[in-house]
């Protein structure tokens, strides 16, 4: 990953941190925890607050990956719907993973309160319908889960989607009001001045092997860069280029976007967006299955801009950059354990709740509590097919045809 991807708002309007050393090989741990997102960020907090000798190794700058590149959308749940999860798994295992995965809104919520996390965080998040279609389904998806799980939202009309949106091309919605966003680099940078409070050894520009350091237990939290430390959990995730945009601060925020909910749409390669706290526009559109980047990721993403806000066509954007989203084959997180080596990983683009969720799971995992970890460690996972060379083609192959859906 280059620089130039990282050209972000989140680098550019960061708290103060303090630069961690580089790890020298000494040592010795009870827990080391490979990768400073907030996976590992919260399980080396979770971990030191049970009272273990705790290590963090980061290979770039704390946040440096998805954890402080992505679109800060706090989007309650996973990729599949409840309805979907108990059709599969049936209602106990269901009702298992909706008390954890809905359950990671007040957990993340409430380690920002703890821990006094400055990070913008507003509440309100939007599932925009792209097609009439997608609308139905979202209403019956949202009927389910309020029936069968408790979880209310608010069904969101086609004439009344002004209330929360004043742009083009959507056909009702669903608004969730315990969803909702945040800046989140300063989220990570947060937990990781939380996790030094509570005894954590942090280190930066620190790539390091789990048999490079002296631990008992190694927690692996790299999600689309597994692959450099372990091959075969690397086969379970191919990476996705995701490219975003913070434009100028717009004096009509208000109108584009009255509610200040973080809006995502219905489209397999969808569109997501927000305001920031000094009212830029954060859009995030369009995906791509190689990770050369776009010349222009400024003009890549204004495209899809004008389809939502054509007003917005010749409004300055002042940061553009991209990242990695590690996807699994079946788009749900894959956690997991071999020997003394535990990990998570595979979001698919779900993760800015669930992540912490997982880092505090592999901590209770560590201490020898399994039974909220084995929710997600006993979902049914394959690795993509073709092996190093042709997994990433045989997928993008998939993915193509998913995004073309998109378009008939």
Do not use: C, M, W
């Given at each position: 990953m280059t620089d130039a991807l990282n050209n972000s708002y989140y680098r550019a309007t960061a708290n103060a941190w303090e630069a961690q050393p580089a790890f020298i090989g000494e040592g010795d741990y009870d827990v080391a925890v490979i990768g400073g997102g907030y996976t590992g960020l919260s399980a080396a907090l979770a971990c030191a607050e049970k009272g273990l000798k705790v290590t963090l190794l980061e290979a770039k700058t704390i946040g440096y990956g998805a954890s402080g590149r992505n679109g800060g959308q706090l989007i309650p749940g996973l990729r599949w719907s409840m309805r979907e999860l108990d059709e599969e798994f049936g209602r106990e295992r269901a009702q298992a993973i909706f008390d954890l995965a809905y359950g990671a809104v007040d957990l993340v919520k409430s380690r920002i309160a703890r821990h006094d996390i400055q990070c913008d965080l507003k509440s309100g998040h939007l599932e925009a319908a792209y097609k009439p279609a997608h609308f139905d389904a979202m209403q019956r998806d949202a009927e389910y889960l309020e029936k069968q799980f408790g979880w209310e939202s608010e069904i969101v009309q086609p004439k009344d989607m002004g209330q929360h949106i004043n742009g083009d091309g959507y056909h009702g919605g669903i608004y969730d009001s315990r969803g909702g966003h945040f800046h989140p680099l300063n989220y990570a940078l947060g937990l990781a001045t939380a996790a030094r409070t509570a005894g954590v050894t942090l280190f930066e520009n620190s790539f390091v092997r789990p048999e490079d350091v002296n631990a008992r237990n190694v927690i692996l939290a790299t999600d689309s860069w597994i692959h450099d430390l372990d091959d075969r959990l690397g086969r379970y995730t191919i990476p996705i280029m995701n490219y975003n945009i913070a434009t100028a601060p717009l004096p009509d925020a208000a109108e584009l976007l009255p509610s200040d909910a973080a809006v995502a749409d219905s489209r397999f390669v969808l569109n997501y967006?927000?305001?920031?706290?000094?009212?830029?526009?954060?859009?995030?559109?369009?995906?791509?299955?190689?990770?050369?980047?776009?010349?222009?990721?400024?003009?890549?993403?204004?495209?899809?801009?004008?389809?939502?806000?054509?007003?917005?066509?010749?409004?300055?954007i002042d940061y553009a950059w991209g990242g990695a989203v590690g996807v699994t084959m079946n788009r749900l997180p894959h956690m997991g354990r071999e020997g003394n080596v535990f990990f998570a990983h595979g979001f698919s683009g779900h993760g800015a709740l669930v992540t912490t969720l997982a880092g505090e799971l592999l901590a209770e995992a560590v201490t020898g509590t399994m039974e909220r970890f084995d929710v997600f460690a006993n979902l049914p996972h394959r690795p993509f097919p073709g092996g190093k060379w042709l997994a990433r083609p045989i997928a993008t192959l998939g993915l193509l045809y998913y995004a073309l859906r998109d378009r008939l």
């Open positions: 967006f927000r305001l920031s706290a000094d009212k830029r526009l954060i859009f995030g559109g369009g995906e791509k299955y190689v990770q050369t980047p776009p010349s222009d990721i400024a003009g890549f993403v204004r495209k899809h801009i004008v389809e939502v806000f054509p007003s917005l066509a010749n409004t300055p």
